[in-house]
């Protein structure tokens, strides 16, 4: 047996099946009722010139379902990681990978940025989950000042790598 794929056209004037509404109704309400909306708080050390505004942070959150890229943390309006500031940032629309066990910060700016502790909570799973940079360890492109990348587990410590 051969299988063909078929292209439909749909122009004005057009109908659908009623049957065929009721699928693409699903299937939009099955992709609205999988994206989740991830809320990040990061805490700037308050050791001397541990804020930056162009680090340009990214994060992977990996949890038992898969792993999801956020967007880059900016928000265009404020001055983002001051010194000694807990900041929240909220990233709408994004894949469910259910409870996150493990976080993979990666940076793209060359100034130096230093965290204490990142919590990561969802619409789905409002428990927080807090990561600590235990190795007190800063993050930055140029890594004769710091890390690039850093991996963070839940109750496991920072693992960190250049």
Partial sequence: ???????????AGDSLSFDMMKFVLFCALFSLASATTYTIVTETSNVKNAETDNIYLRMTLVGPHGNVLTPYFDEPDRDDFKKGASEAFVFSGLK???EIHCIDISVGGDDWWLFETILVYSDTHPMPVIFENTSNQGMSSDTSEGVRNMRLCAGGGDISRK
């Fill in 1 to 11: 047996k051969q299988w063909y794929q078929r292209r439909v056209a749909i122009t």
């Fill in 96 to 98: 469910e990978v259910g």
